[in-house]
């Protein structure tokens, strides 16, 4: 690979319409382009379908791959298994950068030049994003409250060497959690930049669901007890989510989710070690707070980072 700045972007979607164009125009609009763009239409019914076919057409670094209809728009798992549907059409060797991105993203021009001048500059940064929001009905920008030591998955961007050592994504709930926890067990940094540059608008609120969004945080505590997050630690962060919309019940569902997995004994990550690691770093944060937490896990791990394993 001769350019050491060459990043492949992954977008699955699914009716998408509404939204699109504002990614497909701010992906465009990049002072350094991608240098490949897979966009994966998971069996659109909506005008998704030519709308990709146009962008395809002007730009001969995107192509669009079309997968059959399910008859549903899927998240978790199936938003997984669309990305790696993409993935397995290009050789990662052929990049330095990857990223799995949102087709309802409005992106800052200089976004993934800036993620990438930032990852120069710190090698052991092996996932990134910037910040997100969304805009209300009154036109207020809302922060949607990305935790510094975490990548959103709405544009997961990574170095593919770390990629590839994490052994890829989970095709499960909390893919997007479980990746950076694995990252930084492995002694590589996970981060999200507040930098006003990187901030980004995102134009369907995040945990909305294909349903509700009520639904969408009942899905987050399954995956949060699937990634082996420990119970105190997460009846104090659903507690904390009670002061965010929807207020209680956006907070109760995600209990609701969590416990009710625990209660019907439901499967967890394979990963032991990773289960144990998670909950290690979650009984700290509540003593000590997440920076001085992730500083220390960060210096501890400095010896296991090897970029070319």
Known sequence: MSDPRA????????NEAKFMRRTLDSVVAQTERPTAWVIVDDGSTDDSPQ?????????????????EDRGHRAVGPGVIEAFYAGLDTRDLAD?????????????????????????????RVGTCSGKTYFTDSAG????????????IGASKFMRVACFQQIGGFVREVMWDGIDCHKARMLGWKAVSWRDPELAFEHLRPMGSSQQNILVGRRRHGFGQYYMGSDPLY??????????H???????????????????????QHGDAE????????????????????????????????????
């Open 7 to 14: 990043y492949l972007l992954i977008s699955p979607g699914r």
């Open 274 to 309: 990773l289960r144990r690691f998670v909950r290690a770093y979650q009984r700290q944060v509540l003593l000590k707070g997440k920076s001085r937490t992730v500083a220390r896990i960060e210096a501890e791990r400095a010896p296991l980072w090897n970029p070319g394993a």
């Open 234 to 243: 997460f009846i104090a962060t659903a507690i904390r989510k009670m002061a």
């Open 95 to 123: 990049f330095t950068y990857l990223c799995k991105l949102d087709l309802d993203l409005d992106l800052p021009p200089g976004y993934f030049a800036g993620l990438m001048d930032r990852m120069e500059a710190d090698p």
């Open 51 to 67: 709308i990709l076919a146009d962008y395809a057409a002007a730009h001969d670094w995107i192509t669009v791959i079309r997968r």
């Open 245 to 267: 919309p929807p207020y209680v019940l956006g907070g109760l569902a995600t209990l609701q989710g969590y416990f009710g997995a625990m209660l019907r004994r439901a499967p």
């Open 140 to 151: 207020r920008k809302i922060s949607e409250k990305i935790s510094d030591e975490m990548s």
